[in-house]
């Protein structure tokens, strides 16, 4: 494996492909495209994110940047932390969902957002040709720490209009957290505290960045906690991923909503607040436009990519967007996922409904997914020429091309997409049926061979 290089970032294998050479290399370049100004750096909570945060803090004040510390933090508290100290970007080190062994840089611009293509193809071209503006020594950035940026992100989070502790903690719920020993292992059950939940039940809740199971949150790898809520009546479990920016959920019958629903239920309640549209991307559930549906309201989709749902967000003034990978981005705090606004979003919306986490996930519209990856060497063809024949032998369902290509039919879609990192092409698709949603990818298998 070799280390992966994006609009948005580096990958790796820590010691093999992501180095200290090319930490310094390519944080150097994030430093001289910012030009100076102010970093916030945060961590989840890796072996070797303390290595990489003082490689990375080193080098961005060597560069001219003043550096803000903010340690083990979900990455929307490192988003919440470029807001608050109007800096000029932030880095968050973290994989997210990969294993322990990985380690990454995501990179975010002065708005807290990730970098858009042309924001991180400036940087890898600085970092591709060196040219790195090294400061004298009377011109290097401070390295200080902020302790209190988590309290402040749950802060604002309190003080969203539509989030009222005092109801949630009259429910007296009762809440599993399993954060795979990562960044949301401190900061969940904090957020849970502050909204009065009256019993707090931690699974995986030690910052250590040892992983007790896959860290990424699919039902084959949460029966742990799916048993745990059963069996201690606990009204919800929640799931996070090492870098706590997506959120899973249990019902209280041990049974995972699915991380699509997620997103369904954030839609829901602030569309029943708000008027406006939601956005979401091109391989996320139907059930996102279900949900806007009912408030006469359009659900809007943009290319893979939380930069890709934050640009159609802003240009359709939506009052709410995510992924269907349990990113919940909520707006009135700021255009990113965060797990800890969409768990506050969810106990406000079963406190106000008076209905458990089983019957709110019944009343939603059941969708079942598929996703298949066709390798390209098998097929003697490049991508391009891939898609280009799906596109034209669904030319009458005029396909979507956005990304890749999408083709909705009545009941369902399928969603071709090529990797930028491997020779597959990844084939998603849904029905109302798992036969359904796999019969859709078999029309592409069938109609490639």
């Not at 992966?4 to 990958?11: A, H, K, L, Q, Y």
């Not at 809440?175 to 059950?189: I, K, L, R, T, Y």
């Not at 998603?428 to 061979?449: H, N, T, V």
């Amino acid at each position: 494996m070799a280390l992966m290089i994006s609009v948005s970032g580096i990958r790796g294998i820590f010691g093999t492909d992501l180095t200290p050479q090319n930490l310094t290399q390519f944080t150097a370049a994030y430093g001289t495209w910012l030009k100076g100004g102010t970093v916030v750096v945060g961590r989840d909570s890796r072996v070797t994110g303390k290595i990489c945060e003082d490689i990375v803090a080193a080098t961005l004040a060597s560069v001219g940047c003043d550096v803000i510390k903010v340690g083990i933090s979900p990455t929307p508290t490192v988003a919440m932390g470029v807001l608050k100290h109007r800096a000029a970007g932030g880095i968050i080190i973290s994989a997210s969902h990969n294993p322990a062994e990985w380690n990454a840089l995501k990179l975010l611009n002065s708005k807290s957002e990730f970098l858009d293509a042309e924001q991180g193809e400036q940087v890898i071209r600085l970092s591709k040709k060196q040219r790195f503006e090294y400061q004298a020594y009377d011109k290097i950035g401070v390295i200080r720490e902020d302790v209190d940026l988590l309290d402040d992100h749950i802060q604002k989070i309190l003080e969203l209009p539509y989030i009222e502790a005092d109801t949630i903690a009259a429910q007296n719920f009762s809440v599993a957290v399993d954060a795979v020993n990562g960044a949301g292992s401190e900061s969940v059950p904090q957020l849970l505290e502050k909204l009065g939940v009256k019993t707090i039940h931690k699974l995986n809740c030690e910052p250590n960045g040892l992983f007790p199971h896959n860290p990424e949150p699919l039902p084959e790898h949460l029966t742990e906690i799916c048993t745990f809520v059963k069996e201690n009546d606990a009204d919800l479990g929640v799931v996070t991923d090492p870098d706590a920016d997506r959120l899973a959920l249990v019902d209280e019958k041990g049974n995972l909503w699915g991380e699509e629903y997620t997103q369904a239920a954030a839609f829901d309640f602030i569309l029943s607040k708000k008027v406006g549209a939601c956005a979401t991307n091109l391989s996320s559930s139907r059930v996102a436009d279900d949900v806007a549906r009912e408030y006469d309201q359009k659900c809007y989709r943009s290319a893979v990519g939380e930069i890709n749902v934050v640009k159609a967000m802003q240009e359709h003034d939506a009052v709410i967007g995510g992924e269907g990978n349990g990113g919940v981005i909520c707006p009135d705090l700021h255009y990113g996922r965060d797990s800890l606004v969409g768990i506050a979003i969810v106990l406000q919306l079963l406190a106000e409904r008076k209905v458990s986490a089983s019957e709110y996930r019944a009343s939603l519209p059941d969708y079942f997914m598929s996703k298949n990856k066709i390798q390209l060497d098998d097929l003697g063809k490049d991508a391009d020429e891939v898609l280009e024949m799906v596109k034209h032998h669904f030319s009458s369902l005029q396909p979507n091309t956005v990304d890749g290509v999408k083709i909705d039919f009545a009941e369902g879609w399928v969603h071709l997409r090529k990797s930028n990192t491997e020779p597959i092409i990844r084939i998603y698709s849904e029905g109302r049926s798992p036969e359904a949603a796999k019969a859709f990818a078999s029309k592409i298998f069938d109609l490639l061979k």
